[in-house]
T-cell receptor, first 114, second 114 residues
Framework: KAGVTQTPRYLIKTRGQQVTLSCSPI?????VSWYQQTPGQGLQFLFE???????NKGNFPGRFSGRQFSNSRSEMNVSTLELGDSALYLC?????????????FGPGTRLTVL | DAKTTQPTSMDCAEGRAANLPCNHS???????VYWYRQIHSQGPQYIIH???NNETNEMASLIITEDRKSSTLILPHATLRDTAVYYC???????????????FGQGTTLQVKP
């Protein structure tokens, strides 16, 4: 079974631009979560999508948004990029069931804002 | 989700057991203890989880104290490839909410030395 894939793997943007990152979950997984990882703040939860609906959101400004499609693929968008948005953006998918489920992480997208 | 506390760093000799402690003194009755690890610049990898019984899989063992206020992850025969940051997370998995929202702390950097 293929793992979680994220595209692109590396991205360089300039301040003020916007960016869209893509995540394809493991087949059959309906929950997709996004995380931001920086050296200073560590791994921080951005948001989670399940059945095309955002059901959890972390403490990030409205410039960070996302969506999920009917095939469970997800995208996140960051508008008006700032230098501090430079980070590794990780996507994770999980199989939602009645018991505890592990999250499977993708390799991440490394975003550099100049 | 309950806050967890881990040592910042630990060393372990190759071939020896690595014992990584985690304190979660405010854990609630329906919170599981999850362990993930992150090898440099890769996405986090699920290791193991447990509620109150000790658990073992092909990667590690998880020992949870009877009062559930702390736990220990054991890598029985550490190799150089086990060098990583290890995260202990207390998390309530439910279908309706919080399934995909993991709160990562700073974790323990385990250095396995030859």
């Amino acid at each position: 079974k293929a793992g979680v894939t994220q595209t692109p793997r590396y991205l360089i943007k300039t301040r003020g631009q916007q960016v869209t990152l893509s995540c394809s979950p493991i087949s059959g997984h309906r929950s997709v979560s996004w995380y931001q990882q920086t050296p200073g703040q560590g791994l921080q939860f951005l948001f989670e999508y399940f059945s095309e609906t955002q059901r959890n959101k972390g403490n990030f400004p409205g410039r960070f948004s996302g969506r999920q499609f009917s095939n469970s693929r997800s995208e996140m968008n960051v508008s008006t990029l700032e230098l501090g948005d430079s980070a590794l953006y990780l996507c994770a998918s999980s199989l939602v069931s009645s018991g505890p489920n592990e999250q499977f992480f993708g390799p991440g997208t490394r975003l550099t804002v100049l | 989700d309950a806050k967890t506390t881990q040592p910042t760093s630990m060393d372990c000799a190759e071939g020896r057991a690595a014992n990584l402690p985690c304190n979660h003194s405010t854990i609630s009755g329906n919170e599981y203890v999850y362990w993930y690890r992150q090898i440099h610049s890769q996405g986090p990898q699920y290791i193991i989880h447990g509620l109150k019984n000790n658990e073992t899989n092909e990667m590690a063992s998880l020992i949870i104290t009877e009062d559930r206020k702390s736990s220990t992850l054991i890598l029985p025969h550490a190799t150089l490839r086990d060098t990583a940051v290890y995260y202990c997370i207390a998390h309530t998995p439910t279908i309706s909410s919080n399934t995909g929202k993991l709160i990562f702390g700073q974790g323990t950097t385990l250095q396995v030395k030859p």
